[in-house]
């Protein structure tokens, strides 16, 4: 049977870079990877593929960038594009200089590793589990002039309140919101891609979770014009290529969200069902309200459980790879009732 203790063989491997994706393979049902399956859907790939006409071109992002300015009610010069979320971040730490960088975790680990990278010393805020990891503004340090903070976040898959996190903004402040997962809540509640109001304020968005285009990178930043141009004179000459161009106009047209938002219900009703089933079992713990397309579980033994899972055809996402968390801990996918229902006779034969 599969297993992917490769990983854990090298000792000094960066745990800020492992991802769901080394997870997965194998024939495993994938339950590490927070992609919304059976995409990217039919009418997209037949937007890709008409793109393909164009690559002898340099790629021209203004149609692009306008439609995704169009979306959140901004100017285009308040939006950048970029070749996934994940260059955001790498953005971000070259053409800042803060003097005292928190991320608050736990969280995606990819903006305190680019961070890090660019040599900057990161604090890290660590959300109790006691407390549903809910974020206390109390408790970030006054002096801090970048915070991170993922909304919803991974693999918490906590909603933050926007009026919590419009609360610390501040003039001498970037507060830097990841929602690569925001339309993954139906309405996208609590959302602050539109707000232009609040001094300091970086959205990033991702096309990759709902519309299934990882291996395509595609993302972007929203942002006020002074500092998207800062983002831009770090991004090298033509980031993003010409089908994410196309997929980032065709995702942002009114049919688009309207199917992004029933996925998004969808996604909901399965989270209740899994949620449902896991309740099953006394000794998995689940804190605080689930709002995204995953789950983070707390259980004794995960490690080992995870190992167990590979065994039976599952693979689910390790927890102790993110700040704040242990061997106790699995993030898990949601899908349909099915594979649910599979997963859980598994997980009731492997505990």
């Excluded at 927070?34 to 793109?51: C, F, Y």
């Excluded at 439609?67 to 950048?80: C, F, S, T």
């Excluded at 906590?158 to 809540?185: I, S």
């Excluded at 699995?330 to 598994?346: I, S």
Aim: hydrophobic share 45%.
């Amino acid at each position: 049977m599969p297993t992917d203790d490769r990983h854990d063989r090298h000792a000094g491997h960066d745990l800020l870079r492992h991802h769901g994706d080394s997870e997965v393979g194998g024939g495993l049902v994938d339950l590490a990877v927070n992609v919304r399956t059976a995409t990217p859907p039919a009418w997209l790939r037949t937007v890709l593929a008409e793109s393909l006409g164009g690559l002898a071109a340099y790629p021209d992002g203004a149609a692009a960038r306008a439609a995704v300015a169009a979306r959140h009610g901004r100017p285009p010069e308040e939006v950048l594009l970029t070749s996934g979320a994940a260059e955001a971040f790498v953005l971000l730490a070259r053409a800042l200089r803060p003097r005292h960088a928190v991320v608050v975790h736990p969280q995606f680990t990819e903006p305190e590793a680019a961070l890090r990278d660019a040599g900057h010393p990161v604090d890290r805020l660590v959300l109790p589990p006691e407390a549903g990891f809910r974020l206390d503004p109390s408790a970030l340090p006054s002096d801090a002039d970048l915070v991170v903070v993922g909304n919803p976040t991974n693999p918490t898959s906590v909603l933050h309140p926007a009026g919590t996190l419009a609360g610390l903004t501040r003039a001498d402040r970037v507060l830097v919101v990841d929602e690569a997962f925001a339309d993954t809540v139906p309405g996208e509640t609590e959302s602050l891609a539109g707000r232009r109001d609040l001094p300091g304020l970086v959205v990033l968005r991702s096309l990759t979770k709902t519309w299934g285009l990882a291996g395509l990178r595609v993302g972007y930043v929203l942002a006020p014009a002074e500092l998207i141009a800062r983002l831009e004179a770090a991004q090298p000459l033509w980031p993003v290529s010409s089908p994410a161009l196309a997929a980032a106009i065709a995702t942002s047209a009114p049919a688009a969200l309207a199917e992004a938002e029933a996925a998004a219900r969808t996604t909901a009703a399965d989270r209740a069902h899994l949620l449902a089933r896991l309740a099953e079992f006394p000794s998995v713990r689940v804190h605080g309200e689930p709002a995204s397309s995953f789950v983070l579980v707390e259980l004794p033994g995960a490690d080992k459980v995870r190992l167990r899972l590979r065994e039976a055809g599952f693979a689910v996402r390790r927890g102790d790879t993110f700040p704040g968390l242990g061997p106790n801990w699995l993030r898990l996918a949601v899908r349909d009732r099915p594979t649910t229902d599979a997963f859980c006779a598994a997980l009731a034969r492997v505990l």
